[in-house]
């Protein structure tokens, strides 16, 4: 590598950066064309954008032609070089540009004097978004280093023009419209609380109490928490055979954690001077921060400073800011943890957004679950919106910052539309489900996290289709006893009382964590997940299952069914220890326990060929089709930025999901989906064509789905799913469901999606 190129490449990287920093799009451009001319040594560098409608490319900054030129100068696509790069999508190295008949003189932008002209396209998710150019006086080609370093950098800016595109600043100046990923459909109208887990000491601000005793509380209870999960690391890497790493991390956190003059100080900060836990251990920290410099002990000041913000991000994380507020939240995140959401209904969150996790994450599906509208996968300065006034239109998936008062209140009319329709839905909630020709569909409930207030909830569904155990485990700073358990699975067998319950035996791993059983891999949706930990670690399984069996014993409406089963002999050795379990509890109790129902749950594709050997084994099937879907199609489901390649009507989708039903209908098997698909309207007609006629969903989505099932003909669904079946694109699908749900009059149960929310008229 020469030295011109290595100098291109650190700019590069350079450059990324601070552009990125910039918080609007005019001046990261600014600072992009000026940067880049700087890096290659050309005599200009602009960039063009291209318009919504996909026809001009419009001047957006320059570094070399006449600034006046910005916003005005524009190209047609196709017109001049840099309309022919952005509608080739192909980069374009010329040594005389000005005699390639392509080239288009421009009188206002004052490129005469250049001759050397290299464009590459900007373009991203297979879109164009415009087109960078350098040129330069000299009759040269730019060649091979320009030419990656261009492309390269015009990969890396795509998703930055991107998404400040996407968001927009009304005329008026008053709202700013992020548009991020669907998550849970409704409208919340309140202050934006970025929660951020990463606090540094800087970012304190000294604050008194008035309840000096709670905070001393507080910060004691983290300390121990911390210890804790310290205790558990070092164990692990002393078991991991990590012992000097062990050695090093107690020696160094773990002596100052327990500290006691450090705890006696931060004390007496909080109950003699009044400070907040967080402003006590800053004082403190940094006083002994300021002893230590100029000593030659670095390590130490490294250690104190880290252990210190560690303790104040614990301090003010969630759980304990929230606590305190008195007012309903809209709460922002980077990516918040999936057993984070479960914190939520203990405060006053109304809505939720957060930037990294798609919608079809563990942490929105259980946002979901409780019915809070959201939107994930958006990309903006965090920091930016807290304190806010804040909209989150879950259902457009829209997030706006700062509404003016018409906005709100075209929003507040909304969110009556909506709470109407819900109304009408849920007139009908303690109806059954069957469909106009007689078919009775059962509608079950995916539980987990919000059942035990809900009142007349077993009215309501057909039973439990799946109870996520893995909720309660993740509330749990370590894992929990048999007794522990045993006292939630009865509750929930008792309110579901002659209904049946399908409990999931423990599902982590992938997204879903426990802090006490840390899993460090760098492909976690392919690694140790779901069964594979269970009967890799039979005790916590057996703990399980009896915990279930026991709990069962009064009720008898226990099934049980095991997530992300890839191959025969899990479900074998479950089998074995799930009799081992019964005959125990068998003898404990003194009389003959009989097995409960046992199931897997179809989400691997390996499965999906393994349904005889299968079919032999279990008493019936689930499918979780968020984990299917993301197998099948090789798509990360909890990735914004392939979202929109989860395609629940993938022709490849819909055909395996035929097949699944048909394979179990053949052997008399029972089969239920439920992943989201059976709780989205298009989805569910969908899986009623394919002949599925048990849905199981979160609580928000039942009335919904029970009021479109009671309007819809089996028998003509099925012939669709026919149709369906046969067609190569999932748009031609995805349609035949929209054509039939107009034709039954059921456009606003899944038109909703298309409804034009106030903003975007508001913001052209
Ligand atoms: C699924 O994968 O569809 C499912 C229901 O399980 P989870 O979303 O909890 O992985
Ligand atoms: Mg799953």
Redesign the pocket.
């Known amino acids: 590598m020469d030295d011109r190129q290595s100098k291109m490449l650190l700019a590069l990287r350079q450059i990324t950066e601070n552009v990125s920093a910039q918080s609007s799009l005019n001046e990261a451009i600014a600072l992009l064309v000026v940067s880049i001319r700087n890096a290659t040594g050309a005599d200009c560098c602009s960039l063009y954008l291209i318009d919504e409608l996909g026809e001009y490319l419009t001047l957006a900054g320059t570094d070399g032609l006449d600034k006046k030129a910005v916003g005005k100068a524009r190209l047609r696509l196709g017109e001049g070089l840099v309309g022919s790069v952005g509608q080739k999508q192909e980069l374009l190295d010329l040594a005389d540009a000005p005699s390639d008949p392509k080239f288009k003189y421009l009188p206002e932008v004052g490129e005469d004097k250049f001759f050397s002209f290299l464009g590459v396209p900007i373009i991203y998710q297979g879109e164009l978004l415009g087109v960078l150019v350098i040129q330069s006086r000299e009759k040269r080609q730019f060649g091979a280093v320009e030419e990656s370093f261009l492309v390269t950098l015009s990969a890396q800016m795509s998703s930055i023009i991107a998404v400040s595109r996407a968001s927009k600043e009304e005329d008026t100046g008053c709202v700013r419209r992020y548009r991020g990923e669907q998550g849970t459909g409704g409208i919340a109208i309140a202050k934006a609380v970025v929660w951020q887990p990463d606090v540094l000491l800087s970012d304190v601000t000294i604050q008194h109490t008035n309840e000096p005793y709670v905070q001393q509380e507080l910060f004691h209870q983290t300390v121990f928490q911390l210890q804790t999960e310290m205790d558990l690391n070092t164990l692990h890497m002393n078991e991991s055979g990590q012992k000097e790493a062990a050695f090093g991390y107690m020696s160094g956190y773990g002596s100052l954690l327990d500290d006691p003059t450090f705890q006696d100080e931060v004390d007496t900060e909080i109950l003699a001077n009044g400070m907040t836990a967080s402003s006590a251990v800053k004082i403190v920290a940094e006083r002994r921060l300021a002893d230590l410099e100029g000593e030659d002990d670095h390590d130490r000041y490294l250690d104190l400073r880290d252990l210190s913000e560690i303790i104040l991000s614990r301090l003010m994380n969630f759980t304990s800011y929230t606590s305190e507020l008195s007012e309903e939240v809209i709460l922002v995140v980077r990516n918040l943890p999936a057993a984070m959401v479960a914190e939520f209904k203990r405060y006053r969150v109304c809505g939720f957004v957060s930037m990294d996790s798609a919608s079809n994450s563990?942490t929105a599906?259980l946002a979901r679950d409780l019915g809070i509208p959201s939107v994930s996968g958006l990309f903006f300065d965090i920091n930016s919106i807290n304190g806010r006034d804040v909209i989150v239109d879950g259902l457009n998936a829209e997030v706006l910052v700062d509404p003016s008062q018409s906005v709100v209140s075209e929003y507040r009319q909304l969110m009556t539309l909506d709470r109407e329709q819900e109304d009408l839905f849920s007139k009908e909630k303690f109806e059954k489900g069957i469909t106009l020709d007689g078919q009775r569909i059962e509608i079950k409930l995916n539980a987990g996290l919000s059942q035990e207030e809900m009142t007349n909830l077993p009215e309501q569904t057909d039973g439990v289709g799946?109870y996520?155990t893995e909720i309660s485990f993740m509330l749990c700073k370590s894992f929990p006893s048999e007794a522990q358990q045993c006292q939630w699975y009865s509750s929930i067998l008792k309110q579901f009382k002659g209904k049946s319950v399908t409990m999931r035996t423990l599902?982590v791993g992938g997204d879903k964590s426990l802090s006490y059983l840390p899993i460090e891999e760098s492909n976690p949706l392919l690694g140790w997940r779901g069964v594979r930990i269970t009967v890799d670690q039979p005790q916590i399984l057996k703990t399980q299952l009896r915990a279930m069996i026991l709990a069962n014993k009064d009720h008898g409406n226990l099934e049980i069914m095991l997530?992300m089963v890839s191959r025969l002999s899990e479900v074998n050795t479950v089998k074995k220890i799930l009799k081992d379990a019964v005959r125990e509890i068998s003898e404990l109790s003194q009389k003959e326990i009989p097995m409960p129902k046992f199931g897997v749950?179809l989400?691997v594709p390996s499965v999906v060929y393994m349904m005889d050997e299968l079919i032999k084994e279990v008493d019936f099937f689930s499918i979780?089709?968020?984990?299917?879907i993301q197998y099948l199609l090789a798509v990360d489901r909890g990735n914004p930025k392939v979202a929109r390649f989860l395609d629940t009507f993938h022709p490849a989708v819909i055909r395996c999901l035929y097949y699944l039903c048909e394979k179990a209908g053949q052997a008399h098997k029972p089969i239920a989906v439920?992943?989201?698909i059976a709780a989205n309207p298009l989805g569910a007609l969908m899986l009623l064509s394919l002949g599925y006629t048990e849905l199981s969903m979160n609580y928000s989505e039942l009335s919904r789905i029970g009021y479109l099932v009671r309007r819809v003909n089996f028998k003509d669904l099925l012939e669709i799913g026919k149709k369906a079946l046969k067609l190569p694109h999932s748009e031609e699908i995805r349609q035949l469901y929209i054509d039939y749900a107009i034709a039954a009059g059921l456009d606003k149960v899944i038109a909703q999606n298309l409804v034009k929310r106030p903003a975007d008229k508001t913001a052209n």
């Open positions: 563990h599906v799946l996520r599902d997530p749950m989400e979780g089709s968020n984990d299917l439920c992943g989201e």
